[in-house]
């Protein structure tokens, strides 16, 4: 059987801690932030936990 293949969109989209949770980045947190507030910005720079349902399809498309 061969050996399956990690997916590079989703390794460069998620990271997974040592404790194998799933994290990811806010959207919009890249350009056009001045008609924001600066909590919101602050918000947007933090990592978010996904849930645990897509979880399990990312750890899988990761080859974990």
């Known amino acids: 059987m061969p050996k399956q293949k ?3 969109s ?3 989209r998620f990271k997974i801690t040592k404790n194998k949770v799933v994290l990811h980045q806010h959207s919009g ?3 056009l932030r ?3 507030d600066t909590s919101t910005h602050r918000r947007k720079n933090r ?3 996904v849930s645990k349902s897509y979880q399990k ?3 899988t498309l990761l080859g974990l």
Request: cysteine-free; proline content about 0%.
């Open 47 to 49: 990592a978010v936990r």
């Open 10 to 12: 989703i390794a460069k």
């Open 34 to 36: 001045g008609k924001e």
């Open 6 to 8: 990690t997916r590079k």
């Open 29 to 31: 947190a890249q350009h």
């Open 57 to 59: 399809k990312v750890k």
